[in-house]
């Protein structure tokens, strides 16, 4: 690549290997880079190791020679290691998870061929099979580690990036439903691309449909996934469909092939539509947004709007501390209040049409006893999934009078 500006990146950070492109201006579509100049291999493993008592590192392919030959130590799952959550060791050291993918990360971004690529990157977007509370910090710590900001990081799931990928292709391939069969060896999960034209934007969902276990026999797998199609398929118009990952092969789609063909349909097998999407989702985020006329409702969307009931310069008003419509791990809430002759707090829950109305009680004990109004506290809200969101408070005291205690709760309100 000869980009040495306004560099658009896609990484896909999987269960087991990785993978790397950025956006060519010229052509309009994302680039996949490979780990062999000259060869096909755009994968490379989630390994990373380091020389004991050293700091030389390696990753990916390199690692295997380096710990044969050189005796370094290494971590085989770096993945596995930021979903778990907490420390790593290795060489004799604890290391955080986060440090540890930042490095990853970094070295693979030397892929691109450029001096500095936090400096040239624009827009990187991290795409991950599943966003749980862990990945996400352990992300974000990667990211800071690199010197990335917030405006130019980001990360989204495999949905997400199905969604980004689908639509940035000809319009013909998706006019109708899409598609998405995911291999993992015998595994085979389905899903599909649905949008309602009869809203403004558009709503684009990913509709989670069956996961089977293919037969390891040619003949019967050739069978199991035949039924997959039919089950999930079934009389539907679609206009592509996709299948991805390792465990699809046409030497025993004998059936399958001709049944995924059937009514015109446009079929696409390959590695590498996790990270484009990431690299179109970047583009979307940092430069001229090409789906603006569609609204991406994933399943990692917060439909809650969270909120209080106060008295603003003495007007009673509604604050919003979190609105709906933001993925989970985007949703955060920060204020700080008084309290006026109560020793709770009370928050307004409601719906993304703001219909349905509900309350929610967080009783704070222990508490220290003071006038009205002579109690602040810190709130900090942040969701733990689409489904939960964790409240944090802290009292602030109120100047030399009614100095902090010290004190802090934390509860979780399910929606």
Known sequence: MNEVRNIIVGFELGEKASQLCYYDRRTGDAVSLSMKVGTGQYAFPNCISKRPGEDEWHFGLEVEYFVEKQNEVYLDN??????????????????DAGELLGRFIGYALRILGVPD??????????????LTRPLVENVRKACAYLGFSRNRCFLQSYEESFYYHTLYQRPELW???????RFDGDQVSYS?????????????????????????EPGRRDLDFCQLIQDSMGTQIFSSVYLVGEGFDRDWAVRSVPLLCRNQRHVFYGSNLFVK?????????????????????GNDLVRKNVGMDMLISGSPAYYSLIGAGVNWYEAVGDCEILLDGTRELVFTVSDMEGKRKEKYSMQLPGLPERPPKATRLHLHLEFESDKRCRVHVKDLGLGEMYPASGMEWEETMPF
Request: hydrophobic content about 40%.
């Open 277 to 297: 999407g990431a690299c179109f989702g970047a583009r979307e985020k940092v430069e001229d947004r090409n789906l603006k006329g569609y609204l991406y409702c």
């Open 192 to 216: 599909q691309l649905e949008m309602d034209h009869k809203t403004r934007p558009v709503q684009v969902r990913v509709v989670r449909g069956r996961q089977v276990k293919l037969s390891s």
């Open 78 to 95: 770096i993945y596995r290691a930021c979903a778990d959550g907490g420390t790593v060791s290795l060489d004799a050291e604890e290391w």
């Open 175 to 181: 006019s109708r439903q899409v598609a998405l069969f």
């Open 117 to 130: 690529p936090v400096k040239s990157i624009s827009g990187l977007m991290i795409t991950v099979p599943a």
